[in-house]
């Protein structure tokens, strides 16, 4: 049983790296074609151009060790949610190929522009789709996906789709105040405070659209003792809202930023106690999806070696490249 929660603990870290250094610079593309001319999109992409691809990384450790150490929670939840994830890998090599064009365009600029943002914009609302689908609940029958391809298409994950462009587009707009400065700085300053008070609202409205839609989810955070038990978890929500409001308003550079990390991970955490202790909500548990304990050790003897080497280097990277970016000094110049 500890192997299991331990397995847990590693996808659940992956999947909250992802969302969260994956986010910035998926936010930042979200945020492209709204930049006022060429000189700021340059050095947009360039804050960026040094992590995107190490940021992908998590994403990997998330795929591969619910392949791994969940094969049940793995082989259910693919065939429900081909299209968004097939939509979802396209648009990252949309943006990969952006990354390494735009800068050696001199006529197609344009394109490289479009593909950037369009990918970015993609890659967001897919993931949406597919964490508002599995927040729902898939149609599954003696372990088997009984639905169709588009059985993930409804109002809850559209919604979960557009939130998660705003809550990206949120952590770019932060990402840039922190590595700006002068107009294309105030310019990001407006973005996020508007993208704030979008993000505060989508996630009262998540907050009470899930319960409704499913009575367990209800009887878990308004029952007694864990009325007063998860009390915390949307109090400290509120406070960290207000605090990124107040931050923004007083023009602070970091905070922002780690104060929209904080309201994701705090939503993410409100998530897990909303769906433990299922791996497919509802259908399949931690426990009936687990892998034989002899794979799920061989599988962690690799993650005990490689993800400190992960660690180490992103942050190497982040050291490396801090400070502030300006036009003509990044990272492709």
Same mark, same amino acid.
């Given at each position: 049983?500890?192997?299991?929660?331990?397995?847990?603990?590693?996808?659940?870290?992956?999947?909250?790296? %992802?969302? /969260?250094?994956? @986010?910035?610079?998926?936010?930042?593309?979200? *945020?492209?074609?709204?930049?006022?001319?060429?000189?700021?999109?340059?050095?947009?992409?360039?804050?960026?151009?040094?992590?995107?691809?190490?940021?992908?990384?998590? #994403?990997?450790?998330?795929?591969?060790?619910?392949?791994?150490?969940?094969?049940?929670?793995?082989?259910?939840?693919?065939?429900?949610? %081909?299209?968004?994830?097939? #939509?979802?890998?396209?648009?990252?090599?949309? $943006?990969?190929?952006?990354?390494?064009? $735009?800068?050696?365009?001199?006529?197609?600029?344009?394109?490289?522009? &479009?593909?950037?943002?369009? @990918?970015?914009?993609?890659?967001?609302?897919? !993931?949406?789709?597919?964490?508002?689908?599995?927040? !729902?609940?898939?149609? /599954?029958?003696?372990? !088997?996906?009984?639905?169709?391809?588009?059985?993930?298409?409804?109002?809850?994950?559209?919604?979960?789709?557009?939130? *998660?462009?705003?809550?990206? +587009?949120?952590?770019?707009?932060?990402? &840039?105040? $922190?590595?700006?400065?002068?107009?294309?700085?105030?310019?990001?300053?407006?973005?996020?405070?508007?993208?704030?008070?979008?993000?505060?609202?989508?996630?009262?409205?998540?907050?009470?659209?899930?319960?409704?839609?499913? +009575?367990?989810?209800?009887?878990?955070?308004?029952?007694?003792?864990?009325?007063?038990? *998860?009390?915390?978890?949307?109090?400290?929500?509120?406070?960290?809202?207000?605090? &990124?409001?107040?931050?923004?308003?007083?023009?602070?550079?970091?905070?922002?930023?780690? &104060?929209?990390?904080?309201?994701?991970? *705090?939503?993410?955490? @409100?998530?897990?106690?909303?769906?433990?202790?299922?791996?497919?909500? $509802?259908?399949?548990?931690?426990?009936? +999806?687990?892998?034989?304990?002899?794979? !799920?050790?061989? #599988? #962690?003897? @690799?993650? +005990?070696?490689?993800?400190?080497?992960?660690?180490?280097?992103?942050?190497?990277?982040?050291?490396?490249?801090?400070?502030?970016?300006?036009?003509?000094?990044?990272?492709?110049?």
């Amino acid at each position: 049983m500890e192997l299991i929660l331990i397995w847990t603990g590693v996808i659940a870290f992956g999947v909250a790296m %992802y969302i /969260i250094m994956d @986010g910035f610079d998926l936010g930042v593309g979200i *945020l492209f074609p709204f930049a006022r001319h060429e000189e700021w999109r340059d050095v947009m992409m360039d804050s960026i151009a040094p992590v995107w691809d190490g940021n992908e990384t998590w #994403l990997v450790l998330g795929g591969a060790g619910l392949f791994g150490a969940f094969p049940l929670a793995y082989a259910t939840t693919l065939p429900a949610l %081909y299209v968004p994830l097939i #939509l979802f890998l396209v648009a990252l090599v949309f $943006r990969g190929i952006a990354f390494e064009f $735009r800068h050696r365009a001199e006529t197609s600029g344009w394109v490289w522009n &479009l593909s950037f943002a369009t @990918g970015s914009v993609v890659a967001a609302f897919s !993931q949406g789709l597919v964490l508002g689908s599995f927040v !729902q609940g898939l149609p /599954i029958e003696n372990g !088997q996906f009984v639905g169709t391809a588009m059985s993930f298409l409804t109002p809850f994950s559209l919604f979960t789709g557009v939130a *998660l462009v705003v809550g990206y +587009a949120l952590l770019g707009a932060t990402w &840039l105040v $922190r590595k700006t400065e002068g107009e294309l700085q105030d310019w990001a300053y407006g973005w996020a405070k508007a993208l704030a008070v979008g993000l505060l609202a989508i996630i009262v409205a998540v907050s009470l659209w899930t319960p409704l839609m499913q +009575a367990e989810i209800a009887a878990r955070w308004f029952s007694m003792p864990n009325l007063v038990l *998860l009390a915390p978890i949307p109090i400290v929500t509120a406070i960290v809202g207000l605090a &990124l409001l107040l931050a923004l308003k007083a023009r602070r550079e970091t905070s922002p930023f780690m &104060l929209s990390i904080g309201l994701f991970l *705090l939503s993410y955490l @409100g998530l897990a106690v909303s769906l433990w202790p299922y791996m497919v909500p $509802r259908a399949i548990t931690i426990w009936d +999806a687990a892998a034989p304990p002899e794979t !799920q050790k061989f #599988l #962690l003897v @690799g993650v +005990a070696l490689f993800l400190p080497l992960v660690l180490i280097y992103t942050v190497i990277v982040y050291r490396v490249f801090r400070g502030k970016v300006r036009h003509g000094e990044g990272y492709h110049h």
